[in-house]
């Protein structure tokens, strides 16, 4: 396994049923979830899934409700145990794993952030902020001080008294995102973990996700059925639908070329102009003007800078450097573009 690869997920089933195992043959053999169900009364819940996410990286996944998101997740610290297939943390089979080392992993390897913020409602900010290092068996004194860390640095400094049922849904969510880092784990599990905000709320705690990402470099893998939010917030994005996975990668790539009908459905009313950035689609080959723009600059901003001069192309910038240049026929094209095309090459509308 790569080195850089934090977590990787091989030909991963799930089934639930009293037979599991006669039904994963049966799904080998090209039997569909609704035909599962329908004739064997048993539920695809995952079918070969294969993801590697990189360390230091914030992996999205993606789906409408019932693709399997939540499922996968709960695979990761085994909650859930698979039908097949395996799942490896730094190179080690967590479902290999026995009682102590799954403590071990679940307790200083990954911590979890919930979408109904799972606080103890008779425990204060900072007591529900240590827990985590007090299963560990940190000293009282010790994780206090440590929990008060991640109580500051997530805004909620004055509320360490206060319990869960004083706090705004934000701020709770600000105490498990607390209690999270607290444990100083290298993965960071997130289901859903915004979904229950308003919209204002949920745009901050996107926002305090990623300026804490920029600092900490954590392994993040987010769950999420919001496009705008995985677009937001990810490095990488696996959409599943019905249990399987349609298309991974950059998301980017995925706005410019969708796999399938299913994927153009989930970016057909984004706005191209705030995800797409200008390495998308400038031209590698191509000399700009005097005009420069960062590479890594939305579509939108760089059509702002280029609009006093539209006629003269501009060269694309990385650190400073060279790489390339936007026209701005292309940039247009790219924002406006109504019906994007597939993988495949056929053109959905």
Known sequence: ???????????????????????????????????????????????????????????????????????????????????????????????????????????????????????????????????????????????????????????????????????????????????????????????????ALDPLIRTDMQDVLLELQKELNKTIIFITHDLDEALRIGDDIAILRDGGLVQQGDPQDIVLRPSDEYVSDFIMDINRGRVLKVRSIMDEKAIGGSLQIDVNLALEDAMQKMKDNPAQPATVTRDGKPVGALDMRSLIDAIERPAPETASGNVYR
């Open 1 to 195: 396994m790569s080195a850089n690869i934090k977590v990787s997920i091989k030909n991963l089933y799930k089934i639930f049923g009293n037979n599991s195992e006669d039904a994963l043959q049966r799904v080998l053999d090209g039997l569909g979830k609704t035909e599962l169900l329908a004739q064997h009364n048993h539920v695809l819940g995952l079918n070969n899934i294969n993801i590697d996410i990189p360390e230091k990286r914030v992996q999205v996944i993606m789906g409408l409700s019932g693709s399997g998101k939540s499922t996968l997740i709960r695979h990761l610290n085994r909650l859930i145990d698979p039908t097949a297939g395996q799942v490896l943390v730094d190179g080690e089979d967590v479902l290999q794993m026995d009682d102590k080392q799954l403590r071990v992993l679940r307790q200083k390897k990954m911590s979890m952030v919930f979408q109904k913020f799972a606080l103890m409602p008779h425990r204060t900010v900072a007591d529900n902020a240590a827990y985590g290092l007090r299963l560990q068996g940190v000293r009282a004194s010790e994780a206090k001080e440590r929990a008060q860390k991640w109580i500051d640095r997530v805004g909620l400094t004055g509320f360490e008294k206060s319990y869960p049922s004083q706090l705004s849904g934000g701020m709770q969510q600000r105490v498990g995102l607390a209690r999270a880092l607290a444990t100083d784990a290298d993965i960071l599990l997130m289901d859903e973990a915004f979904s």
